[in-house]
């Protein structure tokens, strides 16, 4: 067996569903941060940030988001047609975190500019997710370990 093969097979799966499922979830959160500003918003950024951190760091059935899809709204759907790879959407979850951060430290440091572009570019790679299933961060992890391979 090929050590691609190896890693494929040890290769976490996941239902892609669940991951447009937590786009949702995540767009609809750094909107509201992003209209409630870096005061109020803070606080909604702060459950988003922790809903990454969770996702990037103990895998993405860790996530609350993940957690929800997985016992309340996958049950009631057929099973997935394809299961796909977990690290390009938890490396997405990793580049989440890293401009959710950014938009905390922006807010704490009353830097509202810092708050506002951050959220801005964390909510539009959720939102190509949520409407159009288009991964942003997984499409960079691919090109990373194509360009890395060569």
Do not use: K
């Not at 430290?105 to 790679?125: I, K």
Request: hydrophobic share 55%; glycine share 12%; net charge positive.
């Amino acid at each position: 067996m090929s050590s691609t093969t190896q890693t494929a097979a040890r290769a976490e799966l996941i239902d892609p569903r669940g991951q447009r499922f937590a786009a949702v979830i995540t767009s609809g959160l750094l909107a509201a941060s992003i209209i409630l500003g870096p005061g109020a918003g803070l606080w909604v950024l702060v459950v988003q940030t922790l809903a990454f951190a969770a996702g990037s760091l103990l895998g993405l059935s860790s996530s609350p988001w993940g957690q929800i899809y997985r016992r309340a709204v996958r049950p009631r759907l057929g099973p997935p047609t394809e299961l796909e790879d977990a690290r390009p959407p938890r490396f997405a979850q990793s580049v989440g975190l890293g401009f959710a951060v950014v938009g905390l430290l922006g807010a704490v440091a009353g830097l509202p500019a810092l708050f506002y572009v951050a959220v801005g570019f964390a909510l539009v790679a959720a939102l190509l997710n949520a409407i159009f299933g288009f991964c942003l961060g997984c499409e960079i992890y691919l090109l990373g370990t194509r360009v890395l391979a060569r």
